[in-house]
């Protein structure tokens, strides 16, 4: 089976004060392609690290984590910041939307630090602006919007290179109950059009909408569970769409292979 992300027996030791904190005593698992990942646990048990060895902000101390075919746990900095840009899409908790930039110019980003700021990659942005339901905005600022209009700007944003997963941390936390609900929508319409989505959340309701759970503790897996009782959050009891599908429709990956 193909996958996205591939991590075996990988550890992060910290050393602090002469201390060492093992933040990750030994963590396996794969993600395939098309997968929809939470990531949960208590705090303290190694979301944030594990998170930031899978967004490559961080090397592990050992083990193996392949990105596709590519082992990244021993990469250089270069290459690190090199698959940031073009492999990964980032949803943080605060969006991390540049405040000077507009909605389009925001999406761009991503394009503009990989030298591929086409006019077709332009247009693309406009679009991904208007399927995330923001194509009469693509000219406002940041703080033009309000916190569920950034974090579609920040989705749209994430899936401009067309990534071979999307991380997302907390992506939801500073949103009210609706807005999480409409959020949780897109990701889940992500996915269902083959995007692989691993996302970290102490929030239950947030990880109901997952196909899978992990559970850390301590630095290991407490659990690794296909989610029984998954919210299918777009759609009503008859199975037709709740939304209009071009409100929360982002298009398909150009490169999904589940
Ligand atoms: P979580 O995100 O689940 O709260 P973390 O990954 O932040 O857990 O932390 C796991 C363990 O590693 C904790 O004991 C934490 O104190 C420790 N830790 C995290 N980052 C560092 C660091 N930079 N230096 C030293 N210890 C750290």
């Given amino acids: ?13 910290y050393v602090l004060k002469g201390e060492t904190v093992k933040a990750l005593q030994g963590v396996t ?13 208590p705090s303290g048990s190694g979301k944030s690290t594990l998170l ?3 967004g490559c902000l961080d090397r592990p101390t050992s083990g193996s984590f392949k990105l596709g075919d ?40 991503p394009l503009y630090y990989m030298g591929r700021l086409t006019a077709n990659c332009k247009q693309r942005c406009r679009d991904l602006a208007a399927m995330v339901g923001l194509g009469d905005r693509l000219n406002h600022r940041p703080t033009e919007l309000s916190g569920g209009q950034q974090q ?25 109950s ?12 992500l996915n269902q059009e083959g995007r692989t989505i691993i996302m970290v959340t102490h929030e239950d309701e947030v990880s109901a909408h997952a196909k899978r759970v992990i559970r850390l503790r301590d630095g290991y897996i407490q659990s690794d569970e296909r989610n029984t009782d998954r919210v299918i959050a777009g759609l009503k009891s008859d199975g037709a769409p709740a939304l209009n599908d071009a409100a929360v429709g982002i298009g398909s990956p150009e490169n999904a292979t589940s």
């Fill in 70 to 109: 590519d082992d990244v746990a021993t990469m250089t900095d270069d290459q690190l910041s090199a698959i940031r840009a073009s492999r990964i899409g980032f949803v943080f908790q605060s969006y991390n939307l540049i405040p000077q930039l507009t909605v389009v110019e925001n999406i761009e980003v």
């Fill in 152 to 176: 579609r700007v920040a989705i749209a944003r994430s899936i401009a290179n067309d990534p071979q997963f999307i991380l997302a941390d907390e992506a939801t936390g500073n949103l009210d």
């Fill in 52 to 54: 930031n060895l899978l």
């Fill in 178 to 189: 609706v807005t999480t609900d409409e959020i949780m929508q897109m990701f889940e319409k």
């Fill in 1 to 13: 089976m193909s996958h996205a992300v591939q991590i075996t027996d990988l550890t992060k030791h």
């Fill in 29 to 41: 698992f794969d993600v395939p392609h098309g997968d929809y990942v939470a990531i949960m646990g």
